[in-house]
Every structure is written in structure tokens, then in C-alpha cells.
């Protein structure tokens, strides 16, 4: 036996080897292999909410605002001496816009008002021609009767031989000579009431008379067109040509005008998409411009052709390397809700098409 006590159990072994932290290593693997087990799950679960909350809707970023636009254009030409909008202005349906010179197209007024008088004065004279009263027909008339009774005159005295061949002959040509102006008579009335005639197509109204009228109602048209109106109810843009002074051809676009009544959204989807959407389904609209506005729509109509198709140079797959592309096909979403921001045409918007009735009433 040894003359120093024994230590205590445990008094030789590292500080804090004690009976508990034998227990520790166990649990830490637990811990590790819970966590390893529990995050790929969390990441299924995650990837299957994710998943499932995509069903039943469609989305595409590659989508714009639409506005009708209409071009205005005068329908004559000249100068720009009245300008009554500016660009940016909102106008209504039958407002005046611009004026052009008129004066030209008064001018052109007068000269067909002078056309038609002098048709007027011409059918004056047609009508007292005399050629229409017939009294050169009585006349030639008169000379054959007495052409004629000449004529048997002269006949019995040559068959009784006391006239000469000379005369004979003489009073047989007066006789021809008399019809001819006969017929002559009658084709100069014939001429003088054609030319007092009227056609078919302006019955009762002489020819001439009926042109000048034409010219001069052609020249008021003109005049009225000077003034150019707003065809429909807008905003006004691109008017830089929109300037006093400014010449002016005819239909060539002076200003545009954009109506915002007829906002839509143009959206291009992916054919693959297509599949489950139909005319009708809701639809939610975001516009990269007002993140907080959130508008709701529906599917108005779905482009009968893809966007190659309409495109001035559509693809040609006729080529040896053909290569597969996605097509991308318009599809119209009207807008139900109204904007408490100005919706300006061109704007990149977010739309998300609701295929699912059930995903539909949630989103609404």
C-alpha cells in the first residue's frame, strides 16, 4: 500500500470529460442529420406549393398597352393659316383642329358660277334658234309645191313641143334642188333639238348646266374641307407639322389622334400556352411603370395568326437548317377595371391569364 491516498475517480481525466458530455456526440448527429433530412423536404414542399400555385393561370411579360390611333389628314391641299390645338391637347368628336387657306377654293366657286351662266345663256340661244320653229321646213315646202307645179307645166309643153329642152331640164333640177333643201331643214331641227336634249342621267337638266353645277358643288365640297375636324373624340399627338404656314398635301398625315376610351392590352403568349385559354377567362394586369396599380381584365380574342405571320417578312422554313422557335401569338385582354393612373399606349405590362374557374375567384 502506498503511503498517498488514491485521487478521486476522475481527477486524471481532462477538464470537463465528465459523465454528460459523454452523452453530447449522439445528439449532435441527430440535430445534423434532421437537418439534412428536413431541408431537402422543405425545398420539395416549397417547389410543390410554388408549383401548384401556378396552375390554373398563364403569365407573360411580353405584353404592351394598345390605343386605337387614328392619322388625320386634310382632304385638300394648301396653307396652314388657322391652328387650333396642340399636341398633347384632348378634343372631342367634331372639333375643329386647323384651318387652311380658302380663298383658292372660293375662287373656284365663282368660276363655276360663271360656267353655269354662260350654259344658261347658251340654252337661251339654243331655244330661239330658228331651225326650231320649223318656218325653214314651211318654206322648202313651198318650193317643191311650186317646184313641182313648174315642173308639169314645162312637162306638157315639151310633150306638145312648144318648150325647149333647156327649160325642161330646169324645172325638173328646181324640183330636186327644192326637196333637198327640204331635208337639210329637217336635219337642222333634228341637230337643234339634240342639242336641247337630255340624257338619261340627269334627266330634265341640260348637259352643260348640269357640269357647272357639278364643278361648283365640287368647289363648295373643297371649301368645307379646308376646315378639318376631329373624326373621333382624343388625345393629340405628333402634330410637329401641325404649324401656321405650313403646307399642306392631301392625305398626308398631319397629327395623330389617340383614343384612350379604347385602351387594351396586347399580349403575345407562347403557343404552347394556348391550350387552356378560351375567350372570357380573367385576367390580372401589372404595368412596369405604376408597380401599384393592379388591374383586372378578361380575354376579349385570340389572334387568328401568329406574329410571324403578320410581319412584313415572314420566316421561311423551307431552308435545309431549320431550326424549332416557339411561335408567339397575340391575344387581346380588355381592361375591366379604370386606371387611377393615365394608361399611356406602348407600356410594358404583366399579364397573368386565370385558366382555373377555382384560381379565378380566388385572384378576384
Do not use: C
Request: hydrophobic residues 40%.
Amino acid at each position: 500500500m502506498s503511503d498517498f491516498p488514491e485521487p478521486p475517480p476522475g481527477a486524471n481525466s481532462p477538464a470537463g470529460d465528465t459523465a454528460p458530455s459523454d452523452q453530447q456526440p449522439p445528439k449532435r448527429r441527430l440535430g445534423r442529420l434532421a437537418l439534412m433530412v428536413s431541408l431537402p423536404i422543405a425545398l420539395l414542399i416549397a417547389g410543390f406549393i410554388y408549383w401548384q400555385s401556378l396552375q390554373g393561370k398563364i403569365s407573360t411579360d411580353n405584353a404592351y398597352v394598345k390605343q386605337d390611333m387614328v392619322a388625320v389628314s386634310a382632304e385638300v391641299g394648301g396653307r396652314i393659316v388657322e391652328v387650333m390645338t396642340k399636341e398633347g391637347d384632348t378634343v372631342e368628336a367634331g372639333q375643329l383642329l386647323f384651318r387652311i387657306d380658302p380663298e383658292p377654293y372660293e375662287l373656284q366657286i365663282q368660276q363655276a358660277n360663271a360656267a353655269i351662266a354662260g350654259a344658261q345663256a347658251n340654252l337661251t340661244t339654243l331655244e330661239s334658234d330658228t331651225d326650231l320653229t320649223g318656218v325653214d321646213i314651211s318654206a322648202a315646202r313651198e318650193d317643191i309645191a311650186f317646184a313641182e307645179s313648174r315642173f308639169e307645166r314645162q312637162r306638157q309643153l315639151w310633150e306638145r313641143g312648144f318648150t325647149t329642152k333647156a327649160d325642161y331640164d330646169a324645172a325638173q333640177h328646181a324640183v330636186t334642188q327644192a326637196r333637198e333643201s327640204l331635208r337639210q331643214a329637217e336635219a337642222r331641227q333634228r341637230e337643234a333639238r339634240a342639242r336641247l336634249s337630255t340624257g338619261r342621267a340627269v334627266p330634265g337638266v341640260n348637259p352643260q348646266i348640269a357640269a357647272s353645277e357639278a364643278q361648283r358643288a365640287k368647289a363648295a365640297l373643297d371649301l368645307r374641307r379646308t376646315e378639318v375636324h376631329a373624326p373621333s373624340a382624343g388625345r393629340v399627338a405628333e402634330a410637329d407639322r401641325l404649324q401656321v404656314g405650313q403646307q399642306v398635301l392631301p392625305n398626308l398625315p398631319v397629327l395623330t389622334l389617340v383614343e384612350e376610351q379604347t385602351t387594351y392590352v396586347e399580349a403575345n403568349f407562347k403557343e404552347t400556352d394556348l391550350a387552356d385559354m378560351a375567350v372570357g377567362q380573367p385576367a390580372e394586369l401589372r404595368f412596369d411603370a405604376f408597380p401599384d396599380v393592379v388591374l383586372k381584365g378578361h380575354v376579349s380574342s385570340i389572334g387568328a395568326g401568329t406574329g410571324s405571320e403578320f410581319s412584313v417578312l415572314p420566316a421561311q422554313n423551307a431552308s435545309g437548317n431549320w431550326v424549332k422557335v416557339t411561335q408567339r401569338v397575340p391575344v387581346r385582354i380588355a381592361v375591366d377595371d379604370e386606371s387611377p393612373r393615365p394608361l399611356i399606349a406602348g407600356l410594358s405590362t404583366e399579364v397573368t391569364v386565370f385558366t382555373n374557374k377555382g384560381t379565378a375567384q380566388g385572384a378576384q
